[in-house]
């Protein structure tokens, strides 16, 4: 019954993987693309690659972000794994509901008017702009997402584990250094990849946070394709959709041989009663 | 019938510090309040626990027993009173300072650590030698018989093996006290009855004092050296296993204790070593032991073990108490028989009768003209 055709299925799955990958299939395609016209096909070439990486203000940009990206994304999961921790575990303390309301509000709150009241922020403290205030301002509007993913694993952690670990002789930081954290940590990686990943992404906020030094690759792309859409930048786009994905294959492929691995010790594990 | 009589009627046990005026308890609750806000968790509460017990704080959900020993952890401190172990007041001692180590109900082990490290996992926060620490753990390993599982995470052994490796944790300080709480409701019955007799061989070769908390009477009956029987953040009764079920001095722990029969009834005379109970009009009266605090003319329950009940066809010659009544239902079990009996006023009766012989034909059925009887000394009566 599952496994049945049907055209419904089909055209709907058909749809739906066009509407998704086909822009990304012709970027990729045309990033191969010999000729300097973006949409003339003129034959295969991995020329553009080539430019790419010798194309030096592409290169500090992309290492611009990396750096951004590494910082504000350690930054943002080490607040937000605290402010996840104070959220669920501090019981109730004044002006609670302020603080998880406050953390929360970068995901609903436009990037234009965080990325706006930043550059405020940051004129008015007379912040110099450059790769610092973009590691500030990402690290602000990542950790509200970092928060989110620590705090729902959180919730569903035996509180007993912590307690067995203080009744063990733990102080409350060994407790959670040695107990807590190894447990919570595959959410905190996942909060610091989705904070990574955002600051990879970000254009609006870090256009507000930088200053003349420091440009991201978004910002770079942007300014780029304002000046006509060049073969370079298919190519650098294809370079950073086959790290993420392979990223992503590799880290869902393994977690599934995990949990398969898991299933099967535990369900050889209770035949022993 | 007089307390020392009372007394009398079930042998002291050999291990007994406290009917020891001399003795000086380990644990010792002075007037502990706990209030979670408005509520009350634990009411003025005073209790003494002494070292080597094996003492179990029994009562439904929601009664104050795992407040008791969350406070004895360390956990949660008392709102008015004083806790004392081995004479120091424990209430600013954090959990992590105390010589008090906890099973917890969800074994708690961690995940990401093997069962040897789980059992070292005190030990290293202990002052003791790192040289000493494995040939510890290894000695727990043997106490629970998991050598074999040393090296496997907590997944991959089945709940009765996890169960052990919480106890081996749990003792692997050797601490003054360990806390269980529910430690074997995950375990299904056999394991739970196997798991029992092993936790009573280890706390007796070690001689650890262990405290239970439970809801499972018949678990806290059989581990325990004394019970307490808890209701809404009081004790209403702490003494042996053998003197709650048999002398419970309420209502209350007759009937969460065991099977019991309950007769609500008046006091109408009391002689120099017995009462009786008028119960209902067209019924003779129930002749039982005196009863204590309870005048004549006052309201008044009896209170009658099933076992305690024999069903006969005819009317004993000498029993001194005799109803007619006829089998309403019958509860085969296997060991044992529960018949269900329906006097003429309404009142229905419980009665146990042990089935000794196979094969033996029933010698009741439903519907069956029977008569119930028991003895002057084999229920009591208790405040309504």
Redesign the interface.
């Known amino acids: 019954m599952r496994n049945r055709f049907s055209w419904f299925n089909a055209t709907s799955l058909t749809l739906g993987f066009a509407f998704l990958y086909l822009p990304i299939l012709i970027l990729v395609v045309y990033s191969f693309n010999s000729s300097k016209l973006v949409t003339v096909w003129a034959g295969f070439s991995t020329k553009w690659y080539g430019e790419l990486f010798h194309d030096q203000a592409f290169m500090d940009a992309a290492i611009v972000t990396l750096k951004v990206g590494l910082a504000s994304s350690t930054l943002a999961t080490v607040l937000g794994t605290m402010a996840a921790y104070v959220l669920v575990r501090g019981g109730r303390f004044f002006g609670r509901t302020l603080f998880s309301g406050m953390i929360y509000a970068p995901l609903v709150v436009p990037d234009v008017i965080t990325g706006l009241s930043l550059l405020l922020l940051f004129i008015s403290i007379g912040l110099d702009r450059g790769i610092g205030t973009i590691v500030l301002a990402h690290a602000t509007f990542s950790m509200c997402y970092v928060s989110v993913v620590v705090s729902s694993r959180l919730v569903s952690f035996?509180r007993?584990?912590e307690?067995?670990?203080?009744?063990?002789?733990?102080?409350p930081w060994?407790a959670f250094k040695s107990?807590t954290l190894?447990?919570i940590a595959p959410a905190v990686i996942s909060g610091w990849l989705l904070a990574f990943t955002l600051s990879l992404d970000d254009l609006v906020i870090a256009s507000f946070a930088s200053g003349p030094s420091a440009t991201t690759l978004p910002m770079k792309i942007f300014s780029q394709v304002r000046l006509g859409v060049s073969p370079e930048i298919n190519a650098l786009s294809t370079i950073l959709i086959s790290i993420v994905t392979v990223g992503v294959v590799t880290t869902s492929v393994l977690t599934k041989q995990a949990a398969v691995r898991?299933k099967r010790?535990?369900q050889?594990?209770?035949?022993?009663? | 019938m007089s307390e020392d009589a009372e007394k009398g009627a079930v042998p002291t046990p050999a291990f007994a510090p406290w009917d020891d005026p001399q003795a000086k308890p380990l644990i010792r609750f002075q007037g502990v309040t706990k209030k979670f806000g408005e509520f009350v968790a634990i009411d003025d509460l005073s209790l003494d626990i002494y070292e080597r017990e094996f003492f179990a704080l029994l009562g439904p959900s929601g009664c104050g027993k795992t407040t008791l020993m969350r406070m004895l952890a360390g956990f949660e401190n008392p709102s008015m009173g004083g806790i004392t172990l081995a004479g120091r007041d424990i209430v600013p001692v954090p959990p992590n300072k105390r010589p008090v180590n906890m099973m917890f109900q969800s074994y708690a082990l961690f995940p990401h650590l093997s069962v040897a490290d789980n059992i070292a996992f005190g030990l290293k926060r202990s002052d003791m030698a790192k040289s000493e620490i494995a040939g510890r753990v290894d000695e727990m390993l043997g106490l629970v018989q998991l050598r074999k599982f040393a090296a496997r995470k907590p997944h991959q052994i089945s709940g009765g093996q996890r169960q052990r490796v919480a106890l081996a944790r749990a003792l692997a300080k050797a601490p003054k006290l360990l806390l269980l709480d529910e430690p074997l409701g995950a375990l299904d019955r056999k394991l739970r009855e196997e798991t029992q007799f092993e936790l009573m061989d280890i706390q007796e070769k070690l001689g650890t004092t262990f405290v239970i908390v439970t809801h499972d009477q018949e678990e806290a009956m059989t581990v325990a050296s004394r019970v307490a029987v808890m209701d809404n953040g009081r004790l209403v009764q702490v003494d042996t296993p053998e003197r709650i079920y048999e002398f419970p001095v309420s209502r209350y722990v007759a009937d969460f204790i065991g099977d019991v029969n309950l007769i609500e009834g008046r006091i109408e005379t009391l002689t120099k070593d017995c009462a009786t109970v008028v119960w209902a009009e067209t019924m003779p009266p129930i002749t039982a032991g005196l009863p204590q605090g309870i005048g004549a003319g006052e309201a008044c329950v009896f209170a009658i073990r099933p076992e305690k009940v024999t069903i006969s066809a005819e009317r004993p010659p000498d029993a001194v108490n005799a109803l007619p009544g006829k089998v309403l239902d019958i509860g085969y079990l296997g060991n044992m028989s529960t018949y269900h009996v329906e006097l003429a006023n309404g009142q229905v009766i419980k009665s146990q009768m042990t089935n000794q012989r196979r094969l033996a034909r029933r010698a009741f059925s439903w519907e069956d003209q029977v008569w119930v009887s028991f003895t002057a000394t084999g229920g009591l009566i208790l405040m309504a």
């Open positions: 035996d007993a584990l307690e067995a670990a203080l009744d063990l002789g733990c102080t060994d107990v190894p447990i898991r010790q535990e050889e594990a209770a035949k022993q009663d």
